[in-house]
C-alpha cells in the first residue's frame, strides 16, 4: 500500500490511527510514562477532540504523530501509528519528511513562538512551497497572499511582507492555520489553538477551522482542556488523564451522559448561566506525577466513588452499553464503575 493513493483508494482503513502507543522520558526521578496505551482514529472529513488537563499526554501524543518528539529523553516503547494503513514508526525519515506537512500538518499552541520573528510571514508561508513543491520566491509569494486571503487576513497583498509582532495573536493564529493549510493535508493536528485568544476570537478562529475541514475533507484532531470550545465542532471525543484514554464517545453522547468519573468533574466544571451566583466547582487534588502513578486506576486519589478495587487494579477501557444491555456505538470507559456514572 503506498501513501501517495487516495482515501477513497483505502476502503475500510482509518486515515490515521494510532494504536496502543507508549512514550516515556527518562529523568532523574525514573521513567515518567507520558503516554500509556494510547489508541484512537481519525477519518476523512471527522474531527476528534482529545480532552484532558496538563500533563495529560496529549500534546507528546501529537508530538509523537508527526515524528517531532525530542529524543532524548523521550522515548517510544510501544505501539503504531498508522498513515492509510502505513505504520509511520517503522518508515525511515526520508519518507516520514514527506508525510509531515504534505500529508500530516500541525497548528502549534503559541503562534507568536511557532513563527520565526526575523522573517516575514510571507517568506515562511511560501517556503512550504519552495521546499515541497519547488516553486520560484515569486511563485510561492503568490500562493502566500492566497492563503492569508483564504483565512481572512485583510489587505493580505500589502500584509505579506509584515512579520509575526506586527500582528495580533488572532491574526498570528491565522497564519499558523494558513501554514499548516498550504500543501492541503490529509490531517490537521490543532494544539490547544485559542489558547491566550479572547472569546470573540476564540470562536471566529473555531469556526475558520471548520468551514476549512469541509472545504478540503480533512480529519482533524484537536487537542484542549477546554470543553466548551469543542462542543458545536467535534464528532467524537477521547478524554485523556495520566497518560491512558478514560472515555470515548460521540461529541453529544458525552455531554449528556459522561461514562467516567473524571469526565463528569470536567463537565461540572464549566461555567452555566443557571448556576449565577454559585461557587464554581473543581476536581479536588491535582493530577499524578508521572513517575509515580497511582496503582490501579490514576484518578482513584480525586475520585469520590473510589473503592478497593478502583487502588489495586487497572480498569480496562470497556464498551458502554444501555441499561439493557444494548449497545452504544464509539462509547468506552476505563472505570470500575461506569455503569453508575452514566446511568446512576
Known amino acids: 500500500m503506498s501513501i501517495e493513493m487516495t482515501k477513497a483508494e483505502v476502503p475500510g482503513v482509518p486515515l490515521l490511527e494510532v494504536r496502543d502507543l507508549h512514550v516515556e522520558f527518562r529523568t532523574r526521578d525514573g521513567a515518567a510514562k507520558a503516554v500509556n496505551g494510547v489508541s484512537y482514529t481519525v477519518d476523512a472529513g471527522e474531527t476528534l477532540a482529545v480532552l ?13 504523530i508527526m515524528g517531532i518528539l ?23 525519515e526520508e519518507q516520514r519528511r514527506r508525510i509531515r506537512g504534505d500529508k500530516i500538518a500541525m497548528i502549534f499552541q503559541d503562534a507568536l513562538s511557532a513563527l520565526n520573528p526575523v522573517l516575514s510571514v510571507g517568506f515562511q508561508l511560501g517556503e512550504m512551497f519552495r521546499v515541497h513543491r519547488g516553486m520560484s520566491r515569486k511563485e510561492s509569494k503568490a500562493k502566500a497572499i492566497e492563503l492569508m486571503d483564504r483565512v481572512r487576513i485583510p489587505a493580505a ?24 493549510l498550504a500543501l492541503e493535508p490529509d490531517v490537521i493536528i490543532a494544539d490547544e ?13 473555531m469556526d475558520l477551522l471548520a468551514e476549512l475541514q469541509r472545504d478540503f475533507n480533512m480529519g482533524l484532531i ?35 451522559r459522561p461514562a467516567h ?46 473503592r478497593d478495587v478502583c487502588r489495586s487494579e487497572i480498569p480496562p477501557l470497556a464498551d458502554v452499553t444501555e441499561q439493557d444491555g444494548g449497545p452504544i456505538g464509539g462509547r468506552t470507559s476505563a472505570c470500575h ?5 452514566i446511568h446512576g
Open 337 to 341: 464503575f461506569w455503569k453508575e456514572t
Open 222 to 256: 484537536l487537542i484542549t482542556h477546554d470543553l466548551g470550545v469543542v462542543a458545536d465542532v467535534a464528532d467524537k471525543i477521547a478524554v485523556m488523564y495520566a497518560g491512558r484514554i478514560v472515555e470515548n464517545a460521540p461529541v453529544h453522547e458525552l455531554y449528556k
Open 261 to 306: 468519573p473524571y469526565t463528569r468533574g470536567l463537565l461540572d466544571s464549566i461555567p452555566r448561566l443557571d448556576h449565577k451566583g454559585q461557587e464554581l466547582y473543581a476536581i479536588k487534588g491535582l493530577p499524578p506525577t508521572l513517575t509515580a502513578i497511582p496503582a490501579g486506576c490514576a484518578f482513584n486519589p480525586r475520585c469520590a466513588q473510589a
Open 70 to 92: 525530542d529524543t532524548p529523553p523521550g522515548k517510544i516503547t510501544g505501539g503504531q501509528i498508522l498513515f492509510r494503513g502505513e505504520d509511520m514508526l517503522t518508515m525511515s
Open 157 to 180: 497583498r500589502e500584509r505579506v511582507g509584515d512579520y509575526p509582532h506586527q500582528f495580533s495573536g488572532g491574526m498570528r493564529q491565522r497564519i499558523m492555520i494558513a501554514m499548516a
Open 193 to 205: 489553538p485559542t489558547t491566550a485568544l479572547d472569546v470573540t476570537v476564540q470562536a471566529q478562529v
Open 52 to 64: 484532558g488537563e496538563s500533563g495529560s499526554g496529549k500534546s507528546v501524543t501529537a508530538q509523537t
